[in-house]
């Protein structure tokens, strides 16, 4: 399955490891490395509003300084496209 994982749409992916973390025949070790892989894409697309949803179904832990960071990335982003 995870030779597949290039061929997915990145979205995809990250659902189907969702799936796994929430999963309870998951052993916690994999679930350590889907956190860790969960974590890296939300924090590398700027998805704040998933990660404060995961934070708040505590999949994740919510990291106060890298949830600022995405949501001034959005907000350039956001400035950006409006002076366009």
């Known amino acids: 399955m995870e030779g597949e994982e290039g061929s997915q ?3 995809l992916v990250l659902a189907n490891k969702l799936f ?3 999963a309870p025949d ?3 070790i994999e679930k350590v490395r889907l956190r860790d892989e ?3 894409a939300v924090k590398a697309d ?3 509003s998933l990660c404060e949803s995961l934070a708040a179904s505590s999949v994740l832990e919510l990291d106060a300084t890298q949830l600022d960071s995405m949501r001034k990335r959005i907000e350039e982003e956001i400035k950006k496209l409006v002076e366009k």
């Open 46 to 48: 700027d998805m704040a």
């Open 38 to 40: 969960v974590f890296v």
């Open 9 to 11: 749409q990145p979205q």
């Open 20 to 22: 796994l973390l929430r």
């Open 26 to 28: 998951v052993d916690d």
